[in-house]
């Protein structure tokens, strides 16, 4: 099955109405994109929950979570290389069964996750954000959290590149946050006033392996977020190559990153003082370091719910800018914005739909629209995993670098499509038999997709200068096709 290339064509338009998104996530942004979006603001609500639910070890429930958020993620991985478009889920849909009903489905479920995640967030940040101004004045929570969505919504309108670099500041925020936590629980260390058995230590009620499985299905869904890199392919940098890397990368830094923290709360803070806690890291700061502003602490936790759902909100935009490409959604919704490059009409509708959701649940719908984004995640992830399955091995053909190759003639010296597919030793063999052909190619060392191989073909009437060299540090090895 053909795919797009990586990237709309410059210039891309449906009549005079732009289409295209610009390529502005580099590798390291994609990193810390991913990063911060799963830590968000996980780890300082999940904490107590999880102490109270498995004991002072339930960072062992961190552990299994992790290794299961991991097994997606490699599913998702593969995905992502091998059609890097918006979209993500819906398109991994619409890819594996062909079915616009199946699609719309799943456009649907993905579209209504990020929704009521957004909704969740931003009433849980204006709970945070209107405690920490008792002192000067109130607000009613609701406008509070409309006012909210709006500033996040404008920040999305503004550009990709304004949103991820906003992201990695925030991220470095949070990251600033838990390395306090965790520079006070080496002090508590060192001072000797640990507990080093209680982190491994399980409630009474349960057998120690069942409390851990229970508490792995809180420390999964923690580990979501990561899921959303996939709907900003089309504005990523070389998002084939970059995007193993930053989402794998990044998915491992947050796990070992829980780990840590859980058990530096585990040794810090009583169990039961801990469980019992809303705000369990800010129990763990006032633990260890007492003369510590519990304010300053509070103001990291608003951010880091900030960073989660402005990458929300670009989910959502993201998702309907892809489905409209695919016409599972109306056209209207792919247009971008002349001069930011931006999907404004989805923008526009994701956020009122937003904000609806909001008023309509009210002050104390945080658990609802949790609990409805965690059911939609579990269809969405069950539905990925088995799309990977089915389109393992798929034959895919992409342009390079946003370069629609088919639609020209190819000069020398200009890149060739992407063929993925795979690969066996009779293949090999009759590539290594064609090594005296004047065309030259460069294969993609690694699996692709599934078992594939990726071959990368070049127009040249000689090997390129500096081929061997720059092989070498991209991981593309020398053959010919």
Known sequence: MDTPGTGPA?????????????????????????????????????V??????????????????????MLTGFAYAELITKYPKSAGAALYANRAFNNRFVTFVVTFATVAASLAATGALALAFSGYFLELLTALFSLPLLLAAIVFVMVLALINFRGISE???????????????????????????????????RPFEFNDAGNPALLALAGATL???????????????EEVQDPSRVYPRALLGGMAAAGV?????????????????????????????RQGAPGFPGWLFAIVACIAITNTCLV???????????????????????????????????I?????????????????????????????????????????LILRREDVEQTLHGTDVSSRPRGRGEHSIVTVRPHNRRSGA???????SGERSRGLSGDAAGGGRTVLRQQFGAAPAGHARHSRRTGLKGGYA
Not at 48 to 69: C, I, K, N, R, Y
Not at 259 to 281: D, R
Not at 338 to 343: C, E, K, M, N
Not at 430 to 436: F, H, M
Request: aromatic content about 10%; overall charge positive; some cysteine.
């Open 10 to 46: 410059p210039g891309l338009s449906v009549g005079d109405q732009p289409e295209q998104l610009v390529r502005a996530i580099t590798a390291p942004l994609l990193f810390f994109y991913v990063l911060g979006d799963v830590l968000g603001s996980g780890i300082y609500a999940l």
């Open 48 to 69: 107590g929950t999880m102490a109270g639910q498995v004991g002072g070890a339930f960072w062992t429930s961190f552990a299994v979570g992790v290794s299961a958020a």
């Open 163 to 197: 949103s991820v670099k906003l992201n990695l500041a925030m991220s470095i925020t949070e990251l600033s946050g838990l390395a306090l936590v965790l520079g006070i629980g080496i002090f508590v260390f060192l001072s000797g006033d640990a507990n080093l058995s």
């Open 219 to 233: 420390a999964f869904f923690a580990m979501t977020g990561f899921e959303n890199a996939a709907n900003v392919a």
């Open 257 to 285: 990153i829980y780990l840590v923290i859980a058990f530096v709360a585990a040794m810090v803070v009583p169990t039961g003082k801990l469980a019992g806690s809303e705000v369990a890291l800010l129990t763990v700061v």
């Open 312 to 346: 929300a909100l670009i989910t959502n935009s993201r998702i309907m800018y892809g489905m409209a490409r695919e016409g599972i959604v109306p056209r209207i919704f792919a247009r971008t914005h002349h001069a930011r490059r931006t999907p404004w009409i989805a």
């Open 348 to 388: 526009i509708f994701t956020t009122i739909i937003a904000l609806l959701l909001i008023v309509g649940v009210g002050e104390a719908g945080v658990g609802t629209l949790a609990n409805a984004t965690v059911a939609f995640l579990l269809s969405v992830f069950a539905l990925v995993c088995l799309c990977a």
């Open 430 to 436: 009759r590539r290594r038999g064609r090594r005296g």
